[in-house]
């Protein structure tokens, strides 16, 4: 098992509409989350950083649930610009600090 | 550009070939990281570095690969006797901070292909 997992999609979505993805943690020790953007044939780039109390930024919307060990995203009002994948993040914490990447979630927006 | 660079950035060889990558952080930078990309796959966490200190790296792919970062500065990625199987985006990240959370900043990427 794959310490964190993401359906990979492809999510297909007009726009405007809202779209949430979830991902899972396999290690509890797990201590901080993110969700990072890749845009084709780029570099990832961090989107958000995931709080328990949950985030949100514009139409971006990030919760953690640590007793089921998910986090998810939620976008509202998709833009064409928001297409890409979209990669969760769990990190262990302490003297090796090591974020673990999902397989991530591609999002395409259609007119 | 004050970001991180990576180079090569493309990067072709035979089977058995030796390659290096080199990576160059943000400056104020202390921890650096490598990952490998493949299609389809997110990255796959392959060794880091705080300052000069290697402080993971079990999970390097085999004993062919090997990473340094002389000085706390620039790193280098090494693969001795390449397999195709080595194709793959090699990515290099920074970020500030001791033991805490800091945000990953990833270079472009060095992709390697093996014939």
């Known amino acids: 098992r794959k310490e964190v997992e993401q359906d990979p999609g492809p999510f297909n979505v007009p726009e405007g509409a809202t779209v949430a993805f979830n991902c899972t943690y396999s290690?509890?020790?797990?201590?901080?989350f993110f969700w990072y953007r890749q845009d084709c044939r780029k570099e990832p780039k961090l989107l958000m950083s995931?709080?328990?109390s949950g985030n949100e930024d514009g139409r971006f919307t990030a919760q953690l649930n640590r007793a089921s060990q998910y986090i998810s995203l939620l976008i509202r009002d998709s833009k064409l610009s928001d297409s890409a994948t979209y990669l969760c993040?769990?990190?262990?914490?302490?003297?090796?600090?090591?974020?673990?990447f999902g397989r991530g979630t591609s999002l395409i927006v259609h007119p | 550009d004050t970001g991180v660079s990576q180079n090569p950035r493309h990067k072709i060889t035979k089977r058995g070939q030796n390659v290096t990558f080199r990576c160059d952080p943000i400056?104020?930078?202390?921890?650096l990281y490598w990952y490998r990309q493949t299609l389809g796959q997110g990255p796959e966490f392959l060794t880091y570095?705080?300052?000069?200190?290697?402080?993971?790296k079990s999970r390097l792919l085999s004993d062919r690969f090997s990473a340094e970062r002389p000085k706390g500065s620039f790193s280098t990625l090494e693969i001795q006797r390449t397999e195709q199987g080595d194709s793959a985006m090699y990515l290099c990240?920074?970020?500030?901070?001791?033991?805490?959370?800091?945000?990953?900043?990833f270079g472009e990427g060095s992709r390697l292909t093996v014939l």
């Open positions: 993040v769990a990190g262990r914490g302490g003297g090796s600090y090591i974020p673990t």
């Open positions: 990240a920074s970020s500030s901070g001791t033991g805490g959370t800091g945000e990953l900043f």
């Open positions: 570095f705080q300052n000069e200190a290697q402080l993971e």
């Open positions: 400056s104020e930078h202390n921890r």
């Open positions: 290690n509890s020790a797990s201590q901080s």
């Open positions: 995931v709080y328990s």
